[in-house]
């Protein structure tokens, strides 16, 4: 079974400038989150989705970050402008339902974002 | 609310020798704890979960970790340490629906000596 995907794997930016991340689930995942690592520190959730609806975007900074997915399968994470605080991993995860429950998340490898 | 709290930074133990990771939570439901480990530039990889089975959960590569209610504690354990097992270790809190989002520790750097 394939796992989450992601690009790019590395990415270096100068401040103010547009960045975007993508990510795959795996097949038949239909929950989809985005989650920011600072160095340091463990990841932080930014964004969920099921399907292509948002659950949770409470802790993303709609002022820069955006997030989509548009049909339901793979997303698109953009930040603009890019701040130098941006620097961090960005961690796509996807998990299933089963009843009224959120079963495992299952994360992919991650993108390096350098803002200078 | 909740909350993890890894009580160590880093470890360092040698090759052959017991791991203990450090790990209290503060939940206000019944939680489901996992770990993750992360090795560098890779992914988080699920080592074990509890949800409310058995107190004493196992787990990939010979860790195991139990959860303690009255302790709210979920310690992380393996009898000997291989020098693969070097990498990022995160507790992590959740409800037991899993409809709560993924709360983590700060993370708990072992490094293991040949």
């Known amino acids: 079974e394939a796992g989450v995907a992601q690009s790019p794997r590395y990415k270096i930016i100068e401040k103010r400038q547009s960045v975007a991340f993508w990510c795959n689930p795996i097949?038949?995942?239909?929950?989809l989150y985005w989650y920011q690592q600072i160095l340091g520190q463990g990841p932080k959730l930014l964004i969920q989705?099921?399907?292509?609806?948002?659950?949770?975007d409470s802790q993303l900074p709609k002022d820069r970050f955006s997030a989509e997915r548009l049909k339901g399968v793979d997303s698109t994470l953009k930040i603009q402008p890019a701040k130098l605080e941006d620097s961090a991993v960005y961690l796509c995860?996807?998990?299933?339902?089963?009843?009224?429950?959120?079963?495992?998340?299952?994360f992919g490898p991650g993108t390096r974002l350098l803002v200078l | 609310a909740q909350s993890v709290t890894q009580l160590d930074s880093h470890v360092s133990v040698s090759e052959g020798t017991p791991v203990l990771l450090r790990c209290n939570y503060s939940?206000?439901?019944?939680?489901?704890l996992f770990w993750y480990v992360q090795h560098p530039n890779k992914g988080l990889q699920l080592l074990l979960k509890?949800?409310?089975?058995?107190?004493l959960v196992k787990g990939i590569n010979g860790f195991e970790a139990e959860f303690k209610k009255s302790e709210t504690s979920f310690h992380l354990t393996k009898p000997s340490a291989h020098m693969s097992d070097a990498a990022e270790y995160f507790c992590?809190?959740?409800?037991?629906?899993?409809?709560?989002?993924?709360?983590f520790g700060k993370g708990t750097r072992l490094s293991v000596i040949a």
């Open positions: 992590v809190v959740s409800d037991r629906t899993g409809n709560t989002p993924l709360v």
């Open positions: 097949s038949g995942h239909a929950t």
């Open positions: 989705f099921q399907n292509n609806g948002v659950v949770d």
């Open positions: 509890y949800t409310s089975a058995a107190t």
């Open positions: 939940s206000s439901y019944s939680p489901s």
């Open positions: 995860a996807s998990s299933y339902r089963e009843g009224p429950y959120e079963k495992t998340q299952y």
